[in-house]
């Protein structure tokens, strides 16, 4: 049974052209099945069989193409942070608006927890991924170890998740549809480039496979972190995935702590679920955004927002921000429940089926962010006292629902669906036997 990996092809090892991996063993993250994988040139890539996750992809050009990405990214972004990013002319009032403008305000008026906010997600840790990533990409391009090139690359894998201009981009959107009834809006270049920023954004996350990199760092130093083959004595790194000796506490390849499985993370996973259940009451119940004008003073909770945007018959936006605010939080909670019960007690699915369910949940939480980025543009544009609008305390804890929610996500480790699914069912041991 020729399962254990997606690539056919393998070519002899002597004519392995440069930036290749050897075959060797692998323990795939998702579903923990140890696996041999053959060689992976550039242009490949492997997947395990069981869970189907993307266990290594090389491009074509290994080198070239993230610097390349990585590098426009990097122009692009000083552009989109320069330039005009919105004009919005409402009465006689003009508003030009850049990106540092949206912070400095948020700042200025006492908001200094949703200006780190937006600024993290959307500016600090997409401009630390680059500029981790080009350092990492120039050792590797002048085959140099430089300091920290091994905690470099683990911080800008981590630092993926927490890429959130799309998110912004399309909360953008959101706001214009709101305003547009207001107020005039042109976009500016800093805008359009935002989407151009975002694409290059994922496309670069994407070509920068850590398996891969970690394994030329290793090298570089005259190490082969491919000659360790799987045994009862060995454990698979949860972050290079390279099988390492039992007995170490510090994996070799990458420098992160080595474990079968995440130390407590149904724990861990489940008291960050806990605390993001909490702070949901108080997101829903409290105002996320107060309207004020000269006759009226509005505090809108999420779901006042809603029926406001359903009633004036945009229909569009009130679906867009109830699937951001409601639906994604309550189903995120609901199947992180579902995943935790499964994998501490009794699976209530198949592991295939749940290891599906992880995938969604970790992918889709950071889009309820467009909820408090469509506050943050609407209080960046409406600062008169004819038209004001600033955030409620909702802003506060929905953040942190979002956050806390993606956190547990993060912590839970997937492995343990099959574990307890092997426990329980015996479906998948002979199957594993065979491959080992
Ligand atoms: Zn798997
Ligand atoms: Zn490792």
Redesign the pocket.
């Known amino acids: 049974m020729n399962h254990q990996t997606s690539i056919a092809a393998q070519p002899a090892l002597e004519n392995i052209p440069t930036g290749s991996i050897p075959q060797h063993h692998v323990g ?1 993250p ?4 140890s696996l041999s994988i053959p060689t992976i040139v550039p242009g490949d890539q492997a997947q ?1 069989p ?4 993307h266990l290594v992809r090389v491009e074509k050009y290994p080198l070239d193409t993230p610097m390349a990405y990585a590098s426009a990214s990097l122009m692009i972004m000083i552009i989109v942070y320069s330039q005009l990013y919105m004009i919005v002319d409402m009465f006689t009032l003009h508003v030009d608006l850049t990106l540092p403008y949206m912070l400095s305000s948020l700042a200025q008026q006492d908001y200094s927890f949703l200006a780190e906010v937006m600024f993290l997600l959307t500016f600090g840790s997409p401009l630390l991924f680059l500029l981790l990533c080009l350092y990492v990409y120039i050792g590797l391009y002048y085959q140099q170890v430089l300091p920290g090139m091994l905690y470099a690359t683990r911080t800008l894998v981590r630092l993926r998740h927490w890429i959130m201009v799309d998110v912004f981009f399309i909360a953008t959107l959101v706001a214009y549809i709101k305003i547009i009834g207001m107020a005039q809006i042109h976009f500016g270049l800093a805008f359009w480039l935002m989407m151009v920023l975002a694409i290059l954004l994922i496309r670069t996350s994407q070509g920068v496979p850590e398996h891969w990199i970690f394994y030329q760092i290793q090298t570089l130093t005259g190490n082969d972190p491919t000659l360790i083959k799987h045994s009862e004595h060995t454990v698979s790194c949860n972050y290079c995935l390279f099988e390492q000796p039992a007995a170490q506490n510090i994996c070799g390849v990458c420098g992160s702590f080595l474990s079968r499985r995440k130390p407590l993370s149904l724990r861990i996973s489940m008291a960050f679920l806990l605390s993001a259940i909490i702070l949901y009451i108080p997101a829903n119940l409290l105002p996320m955004m107060i309207t004020r004008s000269p006759n009226s003073n509005l505090a809108s909770t999420i779901l006042d927002g809603i029926e406001y945007m359903w009633k004036d018959g945009d229909i569009l936006i009130a679906i867009v921000i109830f699937s951001a605010s409601m639906a994604i939080p309550i189903l995120k909670i609901i199947s992180m429940l579902v995943l935790l019960y499964s994998a501490a007690y009794k699976p209530l699915m198949s592991p295939a089926k749940l290891t599906i369910l992880y995938r969604i949940t970790e992918s889709i939480g950071r889009w309820s962010m467009i909820d408090i980025f469509v506050v943050i543009i609407l209080m960046s544009v409406f600062t008169s006292p004819l038209a004001k609008v600033t955030p409620g305390a909702a802003t506060v804890y929905f953040c942190g629902v979002v956050i806390l929610t993606m956190v547990s996500a993060l912590s839970f480790d997937s492995r343990l669906l099959w574990d307890e699914a092997k426990k329980t069912h015996h479906p998948y041991r002979r199957r594993k036997r065979h491959q080992l």
């Open positions: 795939c998702r579903c923990g099945l395990c069981r869970c189907h996750q």
